[in-house]
């Protein structure tokens, strides 16, 4: 998915285990007993942040740590996470983190999870070609141990056997896992779809499927993104010819932008540049990235020849095909760069075209749509999926979900990895199946599943929450800081200082702002303003006797009014206060440091 910001992640601050937690904790009372519980910490009922744990008689497994990308409500942060204090707490308790594939909703918040785990990660080898990475951008790399299970793909564990069970989605070596208790099976198929293209690295493994339902499978938990498409989706291979097909069309410069992850689509997109007559230009190191990984796993041999865009300066525009990524309209990402005429060596104008080999990721239709537009209005072809076969999704639709029932029969289902609405119609869809289901399952993240052979049931809840990654921090989504934050970026920020006399007289006031008015008007405002404070306070605000904060509210409160009235704006309020001391001799510019003055800072609410 997005690529991730790069800056300062190495002296990220890590939080410091606590030391009270080196003995193992009593597990609360629903989990102390005897029995096999599923617990998802996140992603129960979103696309994102995907962590879930099983536990079998106090024993824990982790299935992913992956990362959310938030909206604008979270200023200053991209990237959210599943929290795991909670398993923190049981750290001891935890035998291995199992990670499903390397798509950053599964895999991208290890580095922030993992130091407060401490346990053995197991993986395909793609998987750990993204985790490494990742993990030496936070000098852990030689702290994990990371464990293939590419040779191995069966992990007995003394409470869990846990299988990698190969399973087509829109990356190499997707696997569900087959996890096997003395209480029972549960199928965790993470994201998947069923494609037969005949892509050697994209493969369902029916047999084994098949063998999975026949030995018994209690529980399945699944992703429901496509819930709302009925039928089979088209194949990869069908992707790949329609865009040979598609290529020769084009005259001019020609861009294409897909998902870096997608290395089945990389490939169609250098093959088809072949056929058109093109050299493939790959620019951005996601996207190269994830063609070397793929090589170093051996997942692409014979790879066509593609240049890197710094070593395409004497390839003729309309000789290329410029593949970058950045299709989610991502304000950093090299097609963003393209669109707003930053990337030095592509414009794209009338003639030219793009090729949107993606979907939309929720969430992010209007950036797109205004990418989209941006290129349109230049006389830029713009190529989506919705009119063009230049994409299919990598999650399986309602035709794939009765197939995967048939096949592994389980007892009981858990819908999961979708909006609230997806998750219900998933429910709806599998009650109506008739193949042996007896039960599905809501739930929420936090909720405590007891799982039995034929049914399963909520018997708790426990502390989750979401996290941010707020450059060198990890702060909750849902804490005054974030709430301040949105406060200000909503409803602007006022700062006033002011400076009184001894007799409480305003001495000098200063009013300032960034984001209120223009620089020139709001000087104008302020000055106006100023002009009718500079007068004493109100016998009222001086006598009460909680002097110094009746002024410094009678201050605010006022100046903001006269804001309000001229802009219509409420802006959060900062005020610095100065009071000159007895002797009349203080420094107001050192005044916070004086013990007769006192600064104070007041934060308004912005409906006061
Ligand atoms: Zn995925
Ligand atoms: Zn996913």
Not at 48 to 62: E, F, P, Q, T, W
Not at 111 to 140: M, S
Request: hydrophobic content about 40%.
């Amino acid at each position: 998915m997005n690529e991730i910001e790069k800056t300062g992640q190495a002296e990220f601050d890590f939080a410091a285990p606590n030391p009270a937690q080196k003995e193992p904790s009593a597990l609360p009372p629903f989990l102390r007993q005897e029995g096999f519980y599923f617990v998802a910490l996140g992603g129960a009922e979103k696309v994102g942040m995907n962590m879930y744990a099983y536990l079998s008689d106090g024993r824990i497994i982790v299935v992913d740590a992956g990362y959310d990308f938030l909206n604008d409500d979270f200023p200053g942060m991209e990237l959210g996470l599943a929290d795991p204090a909670w398993l923190e707490s049981y750290r001891d308790c935890i035998d291995a983190m199992f990670i499903t594939h390397s798509h950053e909703d599964h895999f991208g918040a290890i580095a922030h999870i993992w130091p407060r785990l401490r346990c053995p990660v197991y993986a395909t080898d793609f998987t750990i070609g993204h985790i490494l990475p990742r993990l030496r951008e936070y000098k852990l790399e030689n702290e994990v141990e990371l464990i293939s299970v590419n040779q191995n793909p069966v992990v007995k564990l003394p409470d869990f056997e846990v299988e990698y069970v190969p399973v087509v989605h829109s990356l190499p070596e997707n696997s569900a896992l087959r996890i096997k208790t003395k209480y029972g099976t549960v199928f965790h198929a993470t994201d998947w779809r069923f494609d037969d293209c005949h892509i050697d690295f994209m493969k369902t493994s029916y047999d084994r499927l098949k063998q999975v339902g026949e030995q018994g499978v209690d529980l399945y938990v699944g992703d429901s993104i496509h819930m709302a498409h009925p039928v089979e989706q088209p194949s990869e291979m069908v992707i790949r010819e329609s865009l040979i097909e598609l290529l020769p069309k084009f005259k001019n410069t020609l861009v294409a932008t897909c998902f870096a992850s997608n290395v089945a689509r990389m490939e169609s997109l250098l093959i088809a540049a072949h056929a058109a007559g093109r050299t493939p230009v790959i620019a951005g190191m996601s996207l190269i990235q994830n063609m070397n990984i793929a090589k170093e796993c051996g997942i692409l041999k014979d790879v066509p020849h593609y240049v890197e865009a710094k070593q395409a300066i004497d390839i003729p525009l309309d000789k290329m095909l410029y593949i970058c990524a950045g299709s989610q309209g991502n304000y950093r990402s090299g097609l963003t760069r393209i669109v707003n005429g930053e990337n030095k060596d592509i414009k794209l104008g009338k003639g030219d075209a793009i090729i949107f080999s993606s979907q939309i990721i929720p969430g992010n239709e209007e950036k797109i749509e205004r990418m989209q537009e941006k290129l349109r209005d230049a006389g830029v072809e713009v190529i989506s999926s919705e009119e063009y076969l230049v994409h299919t999704s990598g999650h399986g639709c309602k035709d794939d979900i009765r197939r995967m029932f048939e096949m592994i029969k389980p007892k009981i289902v858990i819908p999961v990895h979708g909006d609230k609405r997806a998750i219900r119609q998933q429910k709806r869809f599998t009650e109506e199946l008739d193949c042996g289901v007896r039960q599905v399952l809501v739930v929420r993240d936090g909720d405590v599943v007891n799982v039995k052979s034929s049914y399963a049931e909520i018997v708790g809840e426990v502390p989750t929450d979401e996290l941010g990654v707020d450059r060198k921090k990890v702060i909750s989504l849902g804490s005054q800081l974030v709430k301040n934050r949105r406060r200000i970026a909503y409803n602007c920020s006022l700062f006033i200082t002011a400076v009184l006399a001894e007799d409480w007289s305003v001495e000098d006031l200063q009013i300032t702002s960034i984001d209120i008015l223009e620089e020139n008007d709001f000087a104008a405002l302020a000055d106006e303003i100023k002009a009718d404070m500079l007068k004493a306070i109100p016998a009222e605000a001086v006598k009460v006797s909680y002097r110094a904060q009746a002024v410094k509210e009678y201050i605010a409160a006022k100046i903001r009014k006269r804001i309000f009235n001229a802009t219509g704006i409420k802006p959060v309020t900062f005020i610095h206060f100065y009071k000159r001391s007895r002797d009349g001799e203080a420094d107001f510019v050192a005044a916070d440091t004086s013990v007769n003055c006192e600064t104070t800072q007041i934060l308004y609410d912005s409906d006061k």
